[in-house]
Every structure is written in structure tokens, then in C-alpha cells.
């Protein structure tokens, strides 16, 4: 007996020895990740915030979609944040808020006016005139982890009235009295199991809900489900009830959207009522909560009468608690789900300029960083301009079909959208099916350029010497090759037009005088000033790159416009602005830089040409459309055999790429001012830019020209253009037409009295 005595000691002591060792491992385990980065976090890109001022350029509709896209109600008080009261002329606005890089926004009811299409005053509920407010950036997307789990974290603090109650009522009603196990649940639970011949109830609490979702697996074991018990019970030893609490609040599954896992009522607020955790009413706060239990089985969209039948279940719990008065009760009962159709209106939405952000990060940042520690992304993506450029783009093509039929079927198109004062990318179209994720042509698709690089030939040819008045030779012309073949370049009307002032062979587009000229210039010069205007791929020495057989992207083409349009300065294209920790603390700035490339008196006289093809060349018919003083610069392209249609031009404040074409390469049945250009003028016609005003550089002179001869000539002398020259290289001999005939000086004198 003794001997069994001893027996049954020691292997007690080595199973307590065993136990306890196995218990400081699972508390070391309980505390390492309770104490650590609980989730991984992805993260939250940005658009960029919509700055309101008196006296700001701004209707009613731009700032109701705005409103609409943050998710503000739209109701007949705004007595809370991310509410809107709508009038006539006016627009009461109870903001949000916002934890700015630079400082915070605070919540504010301001009272906006409106005269016309202007922002005329702004004030705060006290009557005091506001000089300027931020309205929260929209949340365009977010770069997420391997998992696809999504989470917007927040504090108990933030959680709106009752949702603990819900909860706790729901799931684990003496959640405030045990210590992460009610053994009378499991008793309970046990028995039911015990009938039924398997596991169909848990009798778990929240604790060890917690430690099953944070820790363990979701499988119906009997060794998971003892696992469960004791690192519960360690959890509720070293932390407190509202830790716990709110640990839960964020881990918990609510739901699938698409292959994303929606976690956390925080994430789950927006996927269902598209509104932040802290405005959520006492009907909404009901069913989130009493999705818990199945939100598969209990989805608002797919069965409403279930997941209606499980809220009022809620309600009633908290009614019956004394946790809410029979009145909020009735009030509650008596609302309809209210479950928006999607998530947002706008996250997710702008797939190709995530994907552009996505490809800038990736440049400093690791993915797993970019995954999981919470990153705050604040970019230069205007949504505004941004569905202008959609809407134009999607009523363009729709026009084009209607004109040319079976021709214009299966268009494909891109577009980007920059600042030309500050390089900022405002706007990105990848594709037609603007919501599509897949293949990005903004980025990705290279096709032939066509007549857009021929600013680059001119711009080195005035570099060199020449001027807008030389005059070129467009006549048929041929260069021997390196395999003996020949290049023979023609123009697009297959006419010659014999000497042509270099500036109207620019606007006409000519391309027998281009390639003279390129030639001319050399080869070389004109890919030295390529890549000094922004071309970074490595560009080939061929005859045919003159008229634009190399291929580019529309966000390179962007980059090279772009420092046309900013007088020879080069400004790489920016698509971010700031890049911020999860607790606001700045990780990365990318300031506005630039550097001069190319003298802005020569671009000046590239900015002429460029504005007389707007005004009387190949893109003249947009002024057809668009007021006669915007003075827009731009070129249009078609690439060989008609095969890609472009435009690139640009304003005071815009700047924007447009390509049309399939993606088989086939045959186009427009050229670049046909197709591109329409949807270039219907985007500026939406947008109503700033005119373009090219300030003269100090070494730049306004000369008159006698366009047929090319000599000096009189404003009242027939045929006499105002052309630009860099100073001295004007030409000197003057035209006589007849200003020092008596007669025609008596006419002027007799005329100049009367005016």
C-alpha cells in the first residue's frame, strides 16, 4: 500500500510538474501576442482632403458628391457628426473630424453659402466666419495581407452607446462576473451535446470566444475546446474585463466580402451601413451584434427576415435588462434594416490609381509592412476630377460607337490627369471598365505615340537655332537604312506643301517636314531632349522614332507634357504626399520638386506652336466646344496604320493623356483629333480649368511676320503673324506692303483721328 502510495505521489508530481510547465507556456504564449501587434492591420490609402473656402469655385452638386462619397446623411437636422442639412442656397454640415499628418481637423457644424457656382461664406455654429476647413479625406482602398482579413480598429471609448450591452447581453450576459469560464454554460452545453450525439452548442464565453479566434482554431474539438479553458482563465488573470472587451470587439467575424474577411465591428460598420462605428444607431448597433452568433446565417443582404428576426431578439434582450426604455425599444423595432446595397461608394472604386500608390510604396516599403502595421497613405487623387474624367471618357466612347458602329467596337482607352504647377497625378484611368483591377494601360500598355513626340524634335531644333519662322522643306524624302531598305516618311493627307514656317508644320502636323528636320537636328539630340523631358525607358537611334514609332506609356507621356507645360522645369509626377504611421507619426514626405531641363525661352516658343495647333491645327475643332479664351497647348497622335488615337495638352491647371485603341492592335476608324480629343474637350468642358497664360521669359521678343515671305512686317500689313523669337534671332529685313504709299498714310492718319 505504501508502495502504491508512493507510486501515485511521484507521477502526481510529475503531471503537476508537467502542468505547470505547460501552464507558464501558454501564459508566456497569452501574454506575447496580447501584449504585441494583435492583427495585422492593412494599410488605409487616401484621397486627398477637400479644402473649403469663401469665395472657392465650388457648386452644390461637386459638393454633394463629395459628401455623398464620404458617406455624410443627408437629413432634416445635423445635430451630429456626418450629417448634412441640404437647401437651396445652402448647406449645413456637422463634420467628422480628422487626424491630419500636419494637425487635427475638428469636428465642426458650419453653416456653408452658396452664390451660383461659388462657396461665398462659411461659418461655424457661433456665427463666426471660417477662413478654411478640411472635410475628411475619402478612404480610396487599402493594401491588405495574405489572410484578406480587414479591420478598422477602435477603441471602447468610440464604440457607440449600447454596443457592449448588446454584446454582453447576447453572448455572455455574466461576462462582468466570472473568470473567463462559466462553468454552469459548459454544464449546460455538455448536456445538450450529450443528447444530440455531437457538438452543436459551446457554452463559451467571450473570453473564450477571444482566445479561440485570437489564439486556437475554430474546429469542434474536445482538446481545443480544454486548451480553451485555462488560457482563458490566464487572460482574465492578467488583463481587465474592458481590455478584453475590447480586444473582442475587433477580432470578431462579421462577415465575407468577396475573398476579404471582414473582422471587427469597426470594419463591419462600414461594410454594412457605410457610416464609421460612432454613428451607428440603436436598431444597427442591435444587429451587428446579433450577427455574432452566424453572420453567414444571419446576413443582412441575403436573408433579411432572418437577420431582421435575430435585431428585434437583441432589442428585446436589452429591453428586458433594462438597458433601454420601452420607447427606444418600439422606435428601434419599427426601422428597417437599413443595409446599404455595397460597402462605400467610393473605396475600392479607383482600382488603377491604387495600383499606381501600390507600385510608389513598394519603392521604400516592404509588402509585409505595407500589410500589417496600420500605414495612413495621403495621396493627390482628386475624386472630383477624377469622375469627370470617367463620366468624359465613358460619354466619349459612347458617342464614337453611335458614329462609326461595328468600327468602334471593343475600344479600349487610358487617361491620366495631372497639376502642371505642381506634377500631382489628380486622376487614372487603366481601362473602359474603370472598376476593373486587372490590366492597367495607364501604367502598363506600351503603344507607339505618333505625332505626340514631335514637340520633342521641334523643341530640340529651336534648342539648336532654329526659329518658329524658319521655314522647312515638306517634300518626299527617303533615308537609307542599316539593312539597305528605305524610310520614306509621308504625311497623313499623302500631299506635299512645299516650304512651310516651322510653326505651322508644327500645328498642321506635318510629317515629311518633321522628319527633315529631325534628321537635320540628329538623332541623338532628340533623345538627349526625350529623356531631359521625362522619358526614363531606354529609347533606340531609329529614323522612325521622329514621327513616333517608339512606344510609352500615357503616365511617361504625362511626365515628358508635364515639363512642357511648366516652362522646361521637370517634376516627377506625384502620387502620394504623405505617408504616416497608425498613430499619425510622419514616416515619409514627398515634397514638390523640380529641375530645370530645358530653357524656358525656348519653351515658350514651343508653347506658341502648341497653342496655334489648338487654335488652327489639328486639335482646332475643340474650341468648338470650349470657350475661346482657354488658350489650351496640345498635340494630337496617330500611330502607323491608324492603330492608336492620342491627345495631350494641356491648361493653366490641367494637364491630361488620352489613348484610344484595341487591345488586338487593330485598325481605328478615327485619328487622334477624331477620338482622343473628344474625350479630352469633354473632360476639360466638365472640368473648366484655368486658361493657359504663357508669361513671356525675359529673353523673349514679340516680332510681326509677314507669313509668306517670312521677313519683319507691320500688325497693319495683310498676312502679318505675332510670332515669338528669342532675342536677336528675329530676322531683320522688312516686307514692304505699302504702309509708306501717301495714300495709304493719309488712310491711316484719317483712321487712327476717328478711333
Known sequence: MARMLRWLFKLGLVLTVILAVGLIYLDAQVRSKFEGKRWAVPAKVYARPLELYPGQNLSRDELRQELKGLNYRFVRSADQPGAVEWASSRARIHTRGFNFP???????????????????????????????????????????????????????????????????????????????????GIARAMWVNMRAGRFVQGGSTLTQQLIKNFYLTSDRTLSRKLLELPMAMLLELHYDKD?????????????????????????????????????????????????????????????????????????????????????????????????????????????????????????????????????????????????????????????????????????????????????????????????????????????????????????????????LNTLLEDEPFSVKLPDGSLWQPQNFDHRSHGLVPLHRSLALSYNQSTARLGMEVGLERVIDMLERLGAERELKAYPSLLLGAQSLSPLELASIYQTIAANGFRMPLRVIRRVTDAEGEELSRYPFTLKQQVKPEVVHLLQYALQEAGREGTARSAYSVLPQNL?????????????????????????????????????????????????????????????????????????????????????????????????????????????????????????????
Open 243 to 467: 481590455e478584453i472587451l475590447e480586444a473582442y470587439l475587433n477580432e470578431v467575424y462579421l462577415g465575407q466580402s468577396g475573398n476579404r474577411a471582414i473582422h471587427g465591428f469597426g470594419l463591419a460598420s462600414q461594410y454594412y451601413f457605410a457610416r464609421p462605428v460612432q454613428e451607428l444607431e440603436l436598431d444597427q448597433v442591435a444587429l451587428l451584434a446579433g450577427m455574432v452568433k452566424g453572420p453567414s446565417w444571419y446576413d443582412p443582404r441575403r436573408h433579411p427576415e432572418r437577420a431582421l428576426e435575430r435585431r428585434n431578439l437583441v432589442l428585446k434582450m436589452l429591453r428586458d435588462q433594462g438597458q433601454i426604455s420601452q420607447a427606444e425599444y418600439d422606435d428601434a423595432r419599427q426601422r428597417t434594416l437599413g443595409v446599404v446595397k455595397q460597402r462605400s461608394l467610393h473605396k475600392g472604386a479607383f482600382p488603377a490609381y491604387l495600383d499606381l500608390v501600390k507600385r510608389k510604396l513598394r519603392e521604400e516599403y516592404r509588402d509585409e509592412d505595407l500589410s500589417t502595421e496600420g500605414l495612413r497613405v495621403f495621396t493627390a487623387l482628386d475624386p472630383l476630377v477624377q469622375t469627370r474624367a470617367e463620366a468624359a471618357l465613358e460619354t466619349s466612347i459612347q458617342g464614337l460607337e453611335k458614329r462609326y458602329g461595328q468600327k468602334a467596337q471593343g475600344l479600349e482607352a487610358s487617361m491620366v490627369v495631372t497639376d502642371p504647377q505642381t506634377g500631382e497625378v489628380l486622376a487614372l484611368i487603366g481601362g473602359r471598365e474603370t472598376r476593373y483591377q486587372g490590366f492597367n494601360r495607364a501604367l502598363d500598355a506600351l503603344r507607339p505615340i505618333g505625332s505626340l513626340v514631335k514637340p520633342a524634335v521641334y523643341l530640340a531644333a529651336l534648342e539648336k537655332g532654329y526659329t
Open 631 to 755: 488658350n489650351l497647348a496640345g498635340k494630337t497622335g496617330t500611330s502607323n496604320d491608324q492603330r492608336d488615337s492620342w491627345f495631350a495638352g494641356f491648361t493653366g491647371d490641367r494637364l491630361a493623356v488620352v489613348w484610344l485603341g484595341r487591345d488586338d492592335n487593330s485598325q481605328l476608324p478615327f485619328t487622334g483629333s477624331g477620338g482622343a480629343l473628344r474625350v479630352w474637350t469633354e473632360f476639360m468642358r466638365r472640368e473648366e480649368p484655368e486658361p493657359f497664360i504663357a508669361t513671356r521669359p525675359a529673353g523673349v521678343e514679340y516680332v510681326w511676320i509677314d507669313e509668306t515671305t517670312g521677313l519683319r512686317s507691320d500688325e497693319r500689313c495683310e498676312g502679318s503673324r505675332l510670332l515669338p523669337f528669342l532675342m536677336g534671332t528675329a530676322p531683320e529685313e522688312k516686307v514692304d506692303c505699302g504702309l509708306d504709299n501717301p495714300v495709304r498714310r493719309s488712310l491711316d492718319w484719317f483712321r487712327n483721328w476717328f478711333n
Open 102 to 184: 500636419d494637425g487635427e481637423e475638428p469636428a465642426r457644424n458650419m453653416l456653408l453659402t452658396f452664390s451660383g457656382s461659388t462657396l461665398s461664406d462659411i461659418r461655424d455654429a457661433e456665427g463666426r466666419r471660417l477662413p478654411l476647413v478640411r472635410l475628411e479625406p475619402m478612404l480610396i482602398g487599402g493594401i491588405y495581407p495574405k489572410s484578406n482579413e480587414d479591420r478598422d480598429l477602435i477603441k471602447l471609448e468610440e464604440a457607440p452607446p449600447h454596443l457592449a450591452q448588446a454584446l454582453v447581453a447576447v453572448e455572455d450576459r455574466r461576462f462582468y462576473e466570472h473568470w473567463g469560464v462559466s462553468f454552469k
